[in-house]
């Protein structure tokens, strides 16, 4: 598998989603030196494929909580680190 990642750096990354960073090109400028050879919609589907994505309280796109980390290679390789002992927390109605 090409990469390991933490949550923590999965949030980093998980930042540059906003449209005005990704119009701007720093999420483009982003990825390429802290992911080279990937790029921006690569890395979101294989977050989304491995399952863990959510939105946080403010409609974010953030890496689940549970997530200790993540090995995610190309194509749709992947590898998740679960933290059960983390409580699910209640979804907003």
Do not use: Q
């Amino acid at each position: 598998m090409a990469e390991h990642r933490t949550r923590d750096e999965l949030n980093e990354l998980l930042r540059h989603a906003h449209f005005i960073a990704v119009g701007k090109g720093h999420t483009a400028r982003y990825v390429e030196k802290n992911y080279p050879g990937w790029h921006w919609n690569e890395l979101i589907a294989i977050l989304r494929i491995g399952g863990v994505l959510h939105k946080d309280e403010n409609e974010r796109l953030r890496c689940d909580p549970k997530v200790i980390s993540i090995r995610f290679g190309r194509g749709s390789t992947f590898h998740v680190e679960w933290d059960w002992m983390i409580p699910d927390r209640p979804r907003p109605s």
